[in-house]
């Protein structure tokens, strides 16, 4: 049964989610390893880290939202003059003051603006018929970069730095669940070697048991001397010892595969009934061109240093942006109105009307103003931004060379599991052969006992032998599963190999498609 990895939930959508609650075992090592990797607290930790870039591309994307601001203030003031038309000796003005914007920066470089003036006005100024005066402006702003910042390309690099980011998160936690998972494997794999390795150092204690049992017998009746008995004696302390040592470094094993389940290792588990009969081991790995080809498409590592270099060329486009002149071309247009209270010195005014009248002057457009032009500036030297240009072609060239190191490694680590592969089978049919020759052995050295041609030296002797050969056997098998493992790892097929599925919005994804 596959398992599937949901990217866009960032979750593990597992089959074996009711494990822990002890209402199943897990029926395959996939499903086990699935079930790890949906506890493991480590790869929880990585895939917030997955969270964490998304939020950073929307904290870049908010440099384009729109922003409201309001404003009011109160000013006062009194200047000193004289003049021969009247008998003032200071001019004296009294100021409110009220003001709400909205402005947006559109990802092409436009700051636009639309603002609300409103200012109330008080002075002794007998030239001005109102007192207070009441002035309303509509004002919209314009600001469009023409070389520097312009372009959606080059305003949107933050947010196409943050995206690329947050691939890199969502590779690296892939990344992360394939080395987990081969090391979920591993372990599962030595603990069934190991509990295979108890069960023969039980045989072994039984043998030597049954073999000090009879020697007792024997010495008994006369038939062989104290010596024997105790060299009986003293195999089966020394097997029972052997034993002991077996049983700690499997409970060990247990416990390290515990700790990567968070401590909540299913309460069934079997690591024998999960591992499938002995592997063919006539498999091989010959084509190493064909391994590399394939593997440099699926690798994780590749693909993370990748988006690193295409980080890098959005990064340098944006600095070689910078190095162009600031050439902003600025426009503004707007409507005002007027309206106030008569001073009374002559005539009616005809805008004579409260605050709230300012408002339908300008709608009136009895007022108006626009205004073009262009600023330029350019930074003597451009020292700063060129040495930008250059930090972003360095980290380019750093990112190249990475991806050169990388397949050059990534070859090597393919040679290196086909030799593994190679020798490990070919120490797996041999461990075979010497196992099979260590039990001929025992069994005629048994019949030769029973017959009285051998001694109880003899025979502890060759009862070594056939343990130590069926326990070589039993790790040279486990070697063998672990070099396939690590080669398929090593071929990014850690999900295949376990039938994990990538999904996102219900479409099953490959390694090849990120």
Request: aromatic fraction near 6%.
């Amino acid at each position: 049964m596959a398992r599937s990895i949901c990217l866009s939930l960032l979750v593990l959508l597992l089959s074996s989610t009711n494990l822990f609650a002890g209402k199943q075992s897990p029926a395959t090592l996939g499903d086990l390893i699935a079930a790890g990797l949906e506890k493991n607290l480590g790869l929880t930790i990585v895939r917030h880290d997955i969270a964490v870039s998304q939020e950073a591309i929307t904290i870049a994307d908010a440099a384009f939202d729109p922003q409201l601001s309001a404003s009011t203030g109160f000013s006062r003031s009194r200047t000193p003059y004289e003049a021969s038309v009247t008998s003032a000796t200071a001019s004296d003005s009294e100021d409110y003051q009220a003001r709400v914007a909205l402005e947006r920066t559109l990802k092409t470089g436009l700051t636009a603006s639309v603002a609300l003036d409103s200012t109330w006005s008080s002075d002794n100024d007998l030239t001005n018929n109102l007192d207070p005066s009441y002035r309303s402006a509509l004002i919209l702003e314009l600001n469009q970069p023409l070389l520097r910042n312009f372009g959606t390309d080059v305003n949107t690099t933050a947010t196409q730095q943050a995206r690329i980011a947050t691939k890199q998160a969502e590779l690296s936690w892939l990344y992360q669940a394939q080395g987990l998972a081969l090391e979920m494997e591993s372990l599962i794999r030595r603990i069934a070697g190991a509990a295979r390795i108890v069960q023969l150092r039980r045989d072994a204690e039984t043998l030597a048991g049954e073999l000090y049992r009879a020697n007792q017998l024997r010495y008994e009746a006369g038939l062989i001397p104290v010596t024997e008995l105790q060299e009986a004696e003293t195999a089966l302390a020394n097997r029972q010892l052997n034993l002991s040592l077996a049983l700690q470094s499997r409970d060990l094993l247990v416990e390290q595969l515990n700790r990567q389940f968070s401590l909540a290792l299913p309460a069934g588990f079997d690591p024998l009934s999960l591992l499938a009969a002995e592997p063919d081991v006539t498999t091989v790995y010959n084509d190493l061109d064909a391994l590399f080809e394939k593997a440099v498409d699926k690798r994780l590592d590749l693909k993370i240093n990748r988006y690193a270099t295409d980080a890098g060329q959005r990064e340098k486009l944006y600095r070689e942006n910078q190095l162009k002149p600031q050439l902003d071309l600025q426009l503004q247009a707007g409507l005002n109105g007027l309206s106030g209270h008569d001073r009374g010195i002559v005539g009616g005014s005809a805008f004579e009307r409260n605050w709230p009248d300012s408002f339908g002057s300008l709608a009136s457009a009895d007022g108006f103003q626009w205004s073009a032009g262009l600023v330029y500036s350019i930074p003597l030297g451009q020292r700063a931004a060129k040495a930008r240009v250059r930090q972003a072609e360095l980290d380019i060239s750093r990112s190249r060379y990475r991806q050169q190191d990388l397949e050059v490694q990534l070859k090597d680590e393919l040679r290196q599991q086909q030799i593994n592969i190679s020798r490990s089978g070919e120490q797996l049919e041999l461990a075979r052969r010497f196992a099979e020759l260590a039990q001929t052995s025992l069994n005629q050295e048994q019949r030769r006992l029973e017959e009285g041609l051998s001694d109880t030296f003899r025979m502890i002797s060759f009862q070594d032998n056939m343990i130590e050969a069926r326990i070589g056997q039993l790790n040279a098998m486990t070697n063998y599963q672990l070099a396939l493992a690590q080669m398929e790892f090593v071929r990014g097929n850690m999900f295949e190999r376990h039938d994990i599925i990538l999904t996102a919005d219900a479409q099953e994804l490959k390694l090849e498609d990120f």
